[in-house]
């Protein structure tokens, strides 16, 4: 639940900051325990823009800060 929960939080944050974003969630079968946040470009290439594989514990270092996500989100679009 807490995946979830903190995925919806971010796909909103992300639409926010990019009006014709399209947000996939799981898209495939995820890793246990893992959160990641990759942008597909045009092209097909991919980026990661976050990855919280090897962070924790705590649990909550798994998740990101929206902010930080949008800001590598636009980073990686400029």
Same mark, same amino acid.
Not at 21 to 41: G, M, T
Not at 53 to 61: A, C, D, Q, T, V
């Given at each position: ?6 995925? #919806?939080?971010? %796909?909103?944050?992300?639409?926010? #900051? ?8 799981? =898209?495939?079968? +995820? ?13 097909? %290439?991919?980026?990661?823009?976050? %990855?919280?594989?090897?962070?924790? +514990? +705590?649990?909550?270092?798994?998740? =990101?800060? +929206?902010?930080?996500?949008?800001? #590598? ?6």
């Amino acid at each position: 639940r807490v995946y979830g929960r903190n995925a #919806a939080a971010l %796909s909103e944050a992300l639409r926010g #900051a990019v009006a014709a974003l399209d947000v996939e969630i799981n =898209p495939q079968q +995820p890793r246990r325990n893992s959160f990641e946040v990759s942008l597909v470009k045009e092209d097909g %290439s991919t980026v990661q823009l976050w %990855s919280g594989i090897g962070k924790g +514990p +705590p649990r909550k270092l798994k998740f =990101p800060e +929206p902010a930080a996500v949008v800001e #590598a989100l636009r980073s990686s679009l400029a």
